[in-house]
């Protein structure tokens, strides 16, 4: 047994490669050998874990991805517990599909990361692309769980059609940014890119510095809200988030929406920058 | 034990132990196993915190009348509470697991729910054990209420006309929690036997995992389980330990003893109450103080024996 299975890309990649399912909770109860059987698939075809990077380590519930991983997807994709660390940059769909334990990205990751998460935390200390927390393709509910915590930016359509759980993102975010959201929660500390909410039946988004609400959504009241003063804390203390202290009070704007929806939606603007000024 | 000192039945003779000329008595608190659960109130300042602390403490001091007993813990600094404002953790206990739910959702709903900028959470994460204690609260919110989960934990937003009420929806309880550990003064007079109670609570006061549930922490009306005169009294006063009955009745009182107070302590665990006792036996071993004793049934009731000179470090 390991303190850890490393695994690293042997060369440059040519094409894509697809990872999903080599996960540290299979890896768990595999011996070397047996992990360097597992399937991968270079486009469409069939290889084995082994083909393509070194594998060290056996039976561990930690799993170490090293080397230039930006055209290997589905990173920690489906992973149910156990930590998958990623030293550099990631590639599509990453920490996708996953139920339990931590996928933590170094660098950035591509397109599609945390597509339809159950349960976990997803950390990525660099910026994520596009459909952020996302659904898969046809689904009608996309993140049902877990945690998402990116430090850099993300694209567009960040949590859309999310059901439950948490995405924070420290720097600013594309358009339609919780677009169908059901529930969950969204908080943003950066810029928030055009049409949020869009079609939110209930669900959160919480923005720091400000942004353009929708018409379809209504102002309610400016107030202190305590959820946020405590997901902000839990944020900054488990995991260094950036949020300024100045964030935790408010006051924040309340706006609910979306109207063409259930209605039960709501959009936080934290308005403290404009008693800050006024002070 | 000396001369003039009578002991009450369950004494054994012993080579004398004092403590700065206080004689502890050799006997034990016998202590009961009881189901505990600890609320952290936060609120804006620690002046909202304390005022929904009272209120959730209050009229809770035995289960015998008031179904609970609870009591402020200690405050709390920001960087210990969840939401980093200003806090009081209270712990409250009760006899079954049922019980302590509906307490917390009772107390909880009347003193946190309507105390302004209050919210509420579990003082005890880690006990495996749960109750869903303010689930049935979120209904306040008329299906205005909205659910959150932080850190795998749910909290419900209320509605109010405040604001929200921020609550989590549950509650850790320890199911090996102590209630009824106890010492007794025995003091030459009131005036004593209080300055000694008041300097016994001030040492315990603070001590993780303990609270002394009666009003200022102290007693004057320790009991005994049943009674001679009324069928179906639970319990009735302590007659062995009233001064004023001396002359008519097998009193366990020391020549020269004309009052005593009880301290009666509830606790996470066994080892919370044998540390608050010996702090608190130790503060009490003043002038005008005669003796340390304890209120026990012969050992045959309470699973939980404190032996007081055990806990002293004066075993005999």
Redesign the interface.
Known sequence: MSDAVVLTLRSRLDGPLDVRGVTPDRCAGLAQSEIAALPVWAGATRAALGDVFDVRGERALRLEFEGDLRAVHGLGAGTAAGEVSVRGDAGRETGAHMTGGVVHVHGSTGDDAGQAMAGGVLRVDGHAGSRLAGAAPGASKGVTGGEIVVFGAAGDGVAALMRRGLVAVAGGVGSFAGRGMIAGTLLVLGPVGDQPGLGSKRGSIIAAAGLTVPPTYRLACTYEPPHVRLLLTSLRRRFAFPADAGLLAGPYDRYCGDAGEVGKGEILVWTGHARSSRA | MSAGLKAPPYVRYCRRVEIRGVFIEDTFAEAFGMRAARVVITARTIKWARAAATKLTGFATSVIACKCEAAIERELTPDET????PGVSALLFTMDSESLGKRLTERIGQTVLTCPTA?CFDGLPDAPDRLPAARALRTFGDRFQ??????GER?W?VPVME????LQESFGMQKKGVGGGNFLILAEDVTSALAAAEAAVEAIDGTPGVILPFPGGVVRSGSKVGSRGYKGMIASTNDAYCPTLRPLTASALPDGVNSVLEIVLDGLSPDAIRSAMRAGIDAACRTGVRAISAGNYGGKLGPHHFHLREIMGAAS
């Open positions: 969840p939401d980093a404002r919210s909205i659910s959150k989960v932080v850190n909290y937003r604001g929200e009420c921020l």
